[in-house]
């Protein structure tokens, strides 16, 4: 069963539980209409055929909805543990599995948190879509393309579908021009003047280079291993990052 009614939660945030039927919370007016909708319909299916409440709810800041102090993480789960205790005095319906994508534009978080443990599978999902799929798209401000990604991404993780592939950042096409025109260049000197020319020179020089890199590469990656003793996550900016160990969903900044 889905449905649960809890005891009341401790709480402040001043975000009310929304209304049946109602899956997106746009405080921070980062949608219009029409992407509004599109992302409520998107919700609304996904509740009537999974029983799950995907709940998109954007702000401007948490401390101006009461979480001073607060981070993303805490607010998040507070928040869902309130709508919880809102549904039982309300007698509303609310799904012990439900989803909150989380989004403060003004403190640069953002949220993916689950009403209840999805497991580590599900954790790592959570953070591949924050990674390839939402954060990338915040950082050129394209924010509903970014919640959008988010949805469809969390709707994928619920049906235990594939995500989408991530698009290729719009700097890959203008380095590949570049590499497709110098390496024709090099292709005519060497077919020019073979070993004594520039372009095998050049090409001698790439190939020294990578090969150092790689070198360095593994060496900090041997002796970051021992230190840590494996592949721990750590605290950043963006709050907790890597190793699997980020409980209910995922945490990003941008």
Same mark, same amino acid.
């Given at each position: 069963?889905?449905?649960?009614?809890?005891?009341?939660?401790?709480?402040?945030?001043?975000?009310?539980?929304?209304?049946?039927?109602?899956?997106?919370?746009?405080?921070?007016?980062?949608?219009?209409?029409?992407?509004?909708?599109?992302?409520?319909?998107?919700?609304?299916?996904?509740?009537?055929?999974?029983?799950?409440?995907?709940?998109?709810?954007?702000?401007?800041?948490?401390?101006?909805?009461?979480?001073?102090?607060?981070?993303?993480?805490?607010?998040?789960?507070?928040?869902?543990?309130?709508?919880?205790?809102?549904?039982?005095?309300?007698?509303?319906?609310?799904?012990?599995?439900?989803?909150?994508?989380?989004?403060?534009?003004?403190?640069?978080?953002?949220?993916?948190?689950?009403?209840?443990?999805?497991?580590?599978?599900?954790?790592?999902?959570?953070?591949?879509?924050?990674?390839?799929?939402?954060?990338?798209?915040?950082?050129? #401000?394209?924010?509903?393309?970014?919640? $959008?990604? %988010?949805?469809? /991404?969390?709707? *994928?993780?619920? &049906? +235990?579908?594939?995500?989408?592939?991530?698009?290729?950042?719009?700097?890959?096409?203008?380095?590949?021009?570049?590499?497709?025109?110098?390496?024709?260049?090099?292709?005519?000197?060497?077919?020019?003047?073979?070993?004594?020319?520039?372009?095998?020179?050049?090409?001698?020089?790439?190939?020294?280079?990578?090969?150092?890199?790689?070198?360095?590469?593994?060496?900090?990656?041997?002796?970051?291993?021992?230190?840590?003793? #494996?592949?721990?996550?750590?605290?950043? $900016?963006? %709050?907790?990052? /890597?190793?699997? *160990?980020?409980? &209910? +969903?995922?945490?990003?900044?941008?």
């Amino acid at each position: 069963a889905f449905l649960v009614f809890v005891s009341p939660s401790s709480s402040t945030s001043q975000i009310s539980l929304p209304r049946h039927g109602q899956f997106v919370v746009d405080s921070a007016h980062l949608l219009d209409p029409s992407q509004e909708r599109e992302l409520q319909n998107l919700a609304d299916r996904l509740f009537s055929q999974t029983g799950t409440m995907l709940f998109v709810v954007t702000i401007d800041s948490m401390a101006g909805q009461g979480g001073q102090g607060a981070d993303v993480a805490e607010f998040s789960r507070d928040l869902l543990q309130q709508w919880r205790s809102e549904a039982r005095i309300k007698r509303a319906v609310f799904s012990a599995s439900s989803i909150l994508l989380l989004v403060a534009k003004e403190d640069r978080r953002a949220r993916i948190q689950f009403a209840t443990p999805r497991g580590e599978d599900d954790d790592a999902t959570a953070r591949d879509i924050m990674d390839k799929h939402i954060i990338r798209r915040f950082k050129r #401000g394209d924010f509903a393309e970014g919640i $959008r990604a %988010g949805v469809v /991404g969390i709707d *994928c993780l619920v &049906r +235990g579908q594939p995500l989408p592939s991530a698009p290729w950042p719009r700097w890959i096409f203008f380095v590949g021009g570049g590499v497709l025109v110098s390496g024709g260049a090099v292709l005519i000197s060497l077919i020019r003047s073979g070993l004594d020319g520039w372009g095998w020179r050049c090409m001698k020089c790439v190939i020294d280079t990578v090969s150092d890199l790689s070198e360095r590469d593994h060496e900090q990656g041997t002796r970051s291993h021992s230190a840590h003793g #494996g592949s721990g996550g750590h605290f950043s $900016r963006g %709050g907790f990052s /890597g190793g699997g *160990c980020d409980p &209910r +969903g995922a945490s990003r900044s941008w």
